[in-house]
């Protein structure tokens, strides 16, 4: 029982390191943008 929680809550932290590293592409992303857009 006591493996299986720590199954998931690794898999839970390595989910929201993903969800973390996607958000931040996607500002770098949309800041590229508006940056070439102005100039």
Not at 13 to 24: E, G, H, K, R, S
Request: aromatic share 8%.
């Amino acid at each position: 029982m006591r493996d299986k929680d720590n199954q998931h809550s690794r898999l839970y932290y390595i989910i929201l390191t993903i969800v973390i590293i996607a958000i931040c592409v996607v500002v770098v992303i949309l800041f590229n943008t508006l940056k070439t857009n102005r100039s």
